[in-house]
T-cell receptor, first 111, second 110 residues
């Protein structure tokens, strides 16, 4: 299983762009990169998934370099409601593997 | 709305009591999971299932049992609850676009 490393916490002001980088040096060929968001007292929520290059949806963008050893979640113009924990997962979603969510990155957005 | 439903949402148990947590999904997903999350920590996998009638151990399976008699349901059982099992329990299922999680069950063992 690919191990991931991401910052423990980040702070941002409302309206700024936030980039959270995740390292996954031993990513396998079949692995996808998926990011989740978790608010207090709620289960994690799927944000975005990608395999290579760039993926964009209505919530975020995901940048993946050619070597796929890292990925960056980009949140444009964050608001207070984006305060949450963000998890990076690397796995082949076609199989049930012993996935473990790390401690994630705790993003705090203030005025 | 389609998704994962967990019952109950809250429960307080005395040490030694037993209980079953129910997870139901209506997305026809094959894979289902049970995680626990302790304060300030990430989620740890307890057990998972790759299909009806199958189960497997995750990272922290001790003290828990599971059953997947129907594809849409995944049950987590605590045979003899211990204070160390005080946690928030999340059920999830996997589709083409990652995990869908339930809203969690907050369990306190006193």
């Amino acid at each position: 299983l690919a191990k991931t490393t991401q910052p423990i916490s980040m702070d941002s002001y409302e309206g700024q762009e936030v980039n959270i980088t995740c390292s996954h040096n031993n990513i396998a060929t079949n692995d996808y990169i998926t990011w989740y968001q978790q608010f207090p007292s709620q289960g994690p929520r799927f944000i975005i998934q990608g395999y290579k290059t760039k993926v964009t949806n209505e919530v975020a963008s995901l940048f993946i370099p050619a070597d796929r050893k890292s990925s960056t979640l980009s949140l444009p113009r964050v608001s207070l409601s984006d305060t949450a924990v963000y998890y990076c997962l690397v796995a082949w979603t076609g199989t049930a593997s012993k996935l473990t969510f790390g401690t994630g990155t705790r993003l705090q957005v203030t005025l | 709305n389609a998704g994962v439903t967990q019952t109950p949402k809250f429960r307080v148990l005395k040490t030694g009591q037993s209980m079953t947590l129910l997870c139901a999904q209506d997305m026809n997903h094959e894979y289902m999971y049970w995680y626990r999350q302790d304060p300030g920590m990430g989620l740890r996998l307890i057990h998972y299932s790759v299909g009806e009638g199958t189960t497997a151990k995750g990272e922290v399976p001790d003290g828990y049992n599971v059953s997947r008699l129907k594809k849409q349901n995944f049950l987590l059982g605590l045979e003899s609850a211990a204070p160390s099992q005080t946690s928030v329990y999340f059920c999830a299922s996997t589709g083409d676009w990652g995990y869908t999680f339930g809203s969690g069950t907050r369990l306190t063992v006193v």
